[in-house]
């Protein structure tokens, strides 16, 4: 994968190749619009990034992914169809992942403000993501 910093922001963008995975194919056509001062951009829908970090927390840990999906979660629920994220779990075979990853007790919780711009959808199939928390790149 790739990143790219915009210098003036600090805000960050990853990129990563999609291949022809199906999952891909429908994060595509549910991609959403975000008009901003300078421009349009597309993102991913939020079922799309759950289900990439579960994977990516799967091949490797790391509690950035379940902070990411727990902060998702509290502060947008509606925004996240779960029957479209439980199906492809199951197609992944990643459901008990994320059951660990949203239910395990005592985890101490981090409070701080995320901006999650989601993953970012460009032309030639790829996706991004990016966030800042306390001002901080992460």
């Known amino acids: 994968h790739w990143n790219i910093i ?9 990129f990563y190749p999609c ?3 199906p999952f891909f194919r ?4 549910h991609r959403q619009l975000a008009r901003l001062e300078h421009g349009e951009i597309y993102y991913a829908p939020a079922e ?13 840990g790391g509690e950035k992914h379940v902070r990411d999906i ?17 199906r492809e779990l199951e197609r992944m075979g990643l459901q008990e992942t994320y059951r660990q990853m949203v239910e395990e007790k005592g985890r101490q919780r981090q409070q701080f ?4 711009c989601g993953f970012l959808m460009g032309g030639k199939g ?3 993501s990016g ?8």
């Not at 915009?6 to 990853?14: E, M, P, R």
């Not at 429908?26 to 056509?29: G, I, Q, S, V, Y």
């Open 126 to 128: 790829c996706f991004g």
């Open 70 to 86: 727990r902060r998702k979660m509290e502060l947008s629920p509606q925004a996240v169809d779960r029957g479209v994220v439980e």
């Open 131 to 138: 966030e800042i928390g306390d001002g901080k790149i992460s």
């Open 26 to 29: 429908w994060a595509w056509d």
């Open 113 to 116: 403000q995320i901006f999650d």
């Open 48 to 60: 799309y990034i759950v289900v990439w970090k579960v994977k990516w927390f799967s091949q490797g």
């Open 19 to 21: 291949g022809n995975d």
């Open 6 to 14: 915009h210098a003036v922001t600090g805000l960050k963008a990853d």
